[in-house]
T-cell receptor, first 114, second 115 residues
Framework: QKEVEQNSGPLSVPEGAIASLNCTYSDRGSQSFFWYRQYSGKSPELIMS????GDKEDGRFTAQLNKASQYVSLLIRDSQPSDSATYLCAVYSPFKAAGNKLTFGGGTRVLVKP | SQTIHQWPATLVQPVGSPLSLECTVE??????LYWYRQAAGRGLQLLFY??????ISSEVPQNLSASRPQDRQFILSSKKLLLSDSGFYLC??????????????FGPGTRLTVL
């Protein structure tokens, strides 16, 4: 079992719809959770951080964390073609990661079609 | 504000040649520094991380090495490149010592092609 798992996609979403991305993790001691957006040929960009159960909203993005079920999700509302990218989920587990290392999932590719 | 620089942006090198990639961070002190590699269409692979000057931890045994000669400078090197070293090399930093708010921030990357 991979430590952080994501569906590789592609997730095809009509423009204006909601894109829903999921990420599951294996370490129950995980403490911090991050979503990065990576456009083709570019470096990852941090778009959301979440540390406690529940929802966190930032503009069109909502991150949802459920530690009991060990999953974190990202919702993109009113999806735009510019949201087409690969979204990486990253997890920090303090008892397993010296140097504040993050464990990354393989990423979900999102395609927003006009 | 903090910024992270990497150079060169792109590099084409023959097999067996040496490599030196540089990463510098501005606007913060004593950051944790990381080198990742991303092969084409693949996920991020952590290569090295450093929590301080001269302190390097290797994640994957290979023909690469890393050094941190100054607080905000991180260098990735190789004496002889292999074809399999081709990829997108990313440097990242995070604030040291934090146990929770430990986001990593990535530099623009270096695209290396070994021929």
């Amino acid at each position: 079992q991979k430590e952080v798992e994501q569906n590789s996609g592609p997730l095809s979403v009509p423009e204006g719809a909601i894109a829903s991305l999921n990420c599951t993790y294996s370490d129950r001691g995980s403490q911090s959770f991050f979503w990065y957006r990576q456009y083709s040929g570019k470096s990852p960009e941090l778009i959301m951080s979440i540390y406690s159960n529940g929802d966190k909203e930032d503009g069109r993005f909502t991150a949802q964390l459920n530690k009991a079920s060990q999953y974190v999700s990202l919702l993109i509302r009113d999806s735009q073609p510019s949201d087409s990218a690969t979204y990486l989920c990253a997890v920090y587990s303090p008892f397993k990661a010296a140097g504040n290392k993050l464990t990354f999932g393989g990423g979900t590719r999102v395609l927003v079609k006009p | 504000s903090q910024t992270i620089h990497q150079w060169p942006a792109t590099l084409v090198q023959p097999v067996g040649s040496p490599l030196s990639l540089e990463c510098t961070v501005e606007g913060t002190s004593n950051p944790n520094l990381y080198w990742y590699r991303q092969a084409a269409g693949r996920g991020l692979q952590l290569l090295f991380y450093s929590v301080g000057i001269g302190q390097i931890s290797s994640e994957v045994p290979q023909n690469l090495s890393a050094s941190r000669p100054q607080d905000r400078q991180f260098i990735l090197s190789s004496k002889k490149l292999l074809l399999s070293d081709s990829g997108f090399y990313l440097c990242a930093w995070s604030v040291s010592g934090r146990q929770v708010y430990n986001e990593q921030f990535f530099g623009p990357g270096t695209r290396l092609t070994v021929l």
